[in-house]
């Protein structure tokens, strides 16, 4: 039998860096999605392959190689395993459609699937709580202090309100007429070491930066009820101001200021970082007649032009046969 499942990658419209100190924010799902393929093995070993990595690592229990990228997936996979008292061998087939280090959830998409597939592989009951829960555990692994939104959004989809010390909200509103294009710097970065540097910033200069992260916090309130009166004038607005929140603690740079002032200039409601910042992508809100416009302002000077639309769907999973 084998089994597979999906979750979709996401986007923070506003609030990233702040909800790690429990600050609201507010991510919506894309329509990009990593894929899992799980089928049962005859031992005790868990085997992952990871086609956009290029890799293939095997995991015996007591000689785990947890230097390997794919051993979070391996961390997860077996703490709900073992919560079932299973003990059972597997094969995981990744590939995704969600870019690797680029602020869109690729790692904890991967994990949301993963742990749905093997889920529903041994027939272990499991809530999306639960699912979510079991990839919050391999993005400690990968970020150290992640804030919990991305297994959040990839679990269960939409728009979400998300505050660390309270959890999440989905967001009604109607976004068909909402496009988000993503904009690749070509810089690479790590959403770690960007998170630490920001919480080292802000105890440095604590009664300077408290001020800017109540202020992101009433931003991300005001963006919600933006959403939720199908306001995206607004919302674009709230998301530049956002941006000049970010930028004020360090985590723009020269390339990214360029492409998300090119976008706004094409005609994009708003533009900002999306995710940790010093390099990965910038999003830009718009509507489906400035598509064009937008993705022609960008295409000199980014690498990559995704162009997305808000997925509804968290994860989900079938039998293959």
Do not use: W
């Not at 706004?264 to 409601?269: D, E, I, K, M, P």
């Not at 980014?302 to 997305?308: D, G, L, N, P, Q």
Request: proline share 2%.
């Amino acid at each position: 039998m084998k089994v597979k499942a999906s979750a979709p990658g996401k986007t923070i419209l506003v609030g990233e860096h702040f909800v790690v100190e429990n600050e609201p924010a507010i991510a919506t799902a894309i329509n990009l999605r990593a894929y899992v393929v799980a089928e049962e093995r005859n031992d005790n070993v868990v085997e992952i392959i990871s086609d956009n990595l290029n890799l293939r690592e095997v995991f015996m229990e007591g000689s785990e190689n947890r230097n390997s990228p794919l051993y979070p997936i391996h961390h997860a996979v077996r703490y709900i395993m073992e919560r079932a008292g299973l003990s059972k061998g597997i094969v995981l087939r990744i590939s995704s459609e969600i870019p690797v280090a680029a602020g869109m959830g690729s790692s904890a998409a991967t994990a949301v699937a993963a742990v749905a597939a093997v889920s529903r592989l041994f027939g272990v009951k499991v809530t999306k709580d639960d699912i979510s829960r079991a990839a919050y555990i391999a993005e400690t692994i990968v970020h150290g202090k992640p804030s919990g939104i991305d297994n959040t959004v990839s679990t269960y989809g939409g728009v979400i309100a998300f505050r660390k010390n309270e959890g999440f909200i989905r967001l009604k509103g109607n976004f068909t007429t909402a496009f988000l294009i993503l904009a690749d710097s070509g810089i690479h970065r790590n959403t770690g070491s960007m998170v630490k540097k920001v919480l080292k910033l802000k105890k440095k200069y604590p009664n300077i930066m408290e001020p800017l992260y109540h202020a992101a916090g009433r931003l991300a309130i005001e963006a919600g009820k933006a959403i939720e009166m199908e306001d995206l004038e607004k919302l674009g607005e709230l998301m530049n101001i956002n941006h000049g929140l970010l930028s004020a603690i360090g985590v723009s740079n020269q390339k990214l200021e360029e492409l998300i002032y090119r976008a706004r200039s094409a005609g994009a409601l708003g533009s900002k970082i999306t995710g940790a910042g010093g390099g990965g992508f910038i999003i830009a809100l718009c509507t489906g007649e400035r598509v064009e416009e937008v993705k022609n302002a960008l295409k000199d000077v980014s690498k990559r032009i995704i162009v997305t639309r808000i997925e509804n769907e968290g994860v989900r999973a079938e039998d293959l046969d």
